[in-house]
């Protein structure tokens, strides 16, 4: 089994990817997974006002996911990094550290075989009709995307902003892939 997961930000272009990749490879068995739905379900608090709660169902959750999925690709719409940069920001809004929480995220990265992080920049690559405060919030997560990529390490690749520069991006790291 193959895991991929594209992490990045609100509006970085995660699901047009996605939906653009399954179309060029419809004949494999590429099960996709958001983590999206996940955060409306979630019992705590999350996004702006994220709990070290939120996170810890979140990683509950994950795991669940991880230990019940099958295919030969999955395909995940936000990962481990987006959890991490979640709790990097709940940490800081509330002052209150979770060094087994960071231990449970940290672990939950061995499971993918590789991430890629869509960054923002000045351009979105969709068009963007939202609250400015809600930009604000995430370019401020990326940030914590960032500081955690540097702080613990992790390896990612990033994508181009280019649609289809990401597309034969993802397409050539399959190819190559010994699992497929």
Request: aromatic share 10%.
């Amino acid at each position: 089994m193959l895991r991929i997961g594209l992490s990045g930000t609100n509006w970085t272009g995660k699901t047009e990817t996605i939906r653009r990749f399954l179309k060029v490879h419809s004949k494999l068995n590429i099960e996709t997974i958001s983590l999206s739905p996940l955060v409306n379900q979630c019992p705590f608090s999350m996004r702006e006002t994220q709990t070290l709660e939120g996170s810890q169902w979140m990683v509950e959750q994950v795991k669940i996911i991880l230990d019940n999925s099958n295919g030969e690709v999955q395909l995940f719409d936000r990962t481990p990094l987006d959890i991490l940069a979640f709790t990097l920001y709940a940490e800081n809004r509330t002052n209150q550290k979770n060094s087994t929480l960071i231990d449970d995220i940290l672990g939950l990265f061995k499971y993918f075989d590789i991430i890629f992080h869509l960054q923002p920049s000045d351009k979105w690559p969709v068009n963007v009709h939202t609250e400015q405060d809600e930009i604000r919030f995430a370019l401020q997560i990326d940030d914590y995307m960032r500081e955690a990529i540097d702080r613990f390490a992790i390896e990612v690749v990033s994508l181009p902003w280019e649609l289809t520069e990401r597309q034969q991006l993802l397409s050539e790291y399959l190819l190559r892939s010994p699992n497929i």
